[in-house]
């Protein structure tokens, strides 16, 4: 069997030789192919499942975006869904769509809109959608994962910052 050597580079410049076979290196792309191919058939069905949740919901009115003291964002559709574990935002062609819990009191669903308002403000569903994307290229990578965990909950506190800097001292 033919084999070819590989290089395992390490801290400091150094790199350890080892041999792989062509029927192993074939196996392990095989594999890496078979968890990619999972990963997406998974995050596609998941995303399904929360379009789902985010459409079972009822549209806002003009009267209730009045009576929450917003305006009604361009692009931007809000529905008030029940039984929601958290609210969110979903990319769509062309537009956004916020799925607020209906379970909210008034000054909790104000702030969370706007706080959501502002993941689209500053495009986080796209970043995270290439996060996603990267994370599952390179899957075994423990740094990515941390990496993705960590800019989650930066944008979070971005959001959170930027609603309250519009809010003021009250």
């Known amino acids: 069997f033919p084999y070819t050597t590989l290089f395992r580079s390490l801290p400091g410049g150094w790199t350890i030789p080892f041999p792989v076979s062509s029927e192993a290196a074939f196996a392990l792309i095989c594999l890496g192919c078979f968890c990619l191919m999972t990963s997406l058939v998974l995050a596609f069905y998941s995303d399904r499942g929360v379009n789902r949740l985010a459409r079972s919901g009822v549209e806002l009115d003009q009267a209730r975006y009045r009576q929450l003291g917003v305006t009604k964002p361009d692009k931007v559709v809000v529905r008030l869904c029940p039984n929601l574990p958290t609210s969110f935002v979903i990319r769509s062609w062309g537009r956004h769509e916020i799925a607020l ?58 959001c959170d910052r930027r609603v309250l800097k519009q809010l003021g001292e009250a």
């Open 101 to 158: 819990q209906k379970e909210l009191s008034q000054e909790q669903m104000r702030l969370v809109l706007l706080h959501e308002r502002e993941h689209v403000n500053r495009h986080d569903p796209w970043i995270q959608g290439l996060a996603v994307t990267v994370v599952c290229l390179y899957f075994w990578n423990p740094v990515l994962w941390l990496a993705y965990h960590l800019t989650r909950r930066d944008m979070e506190l971005a």
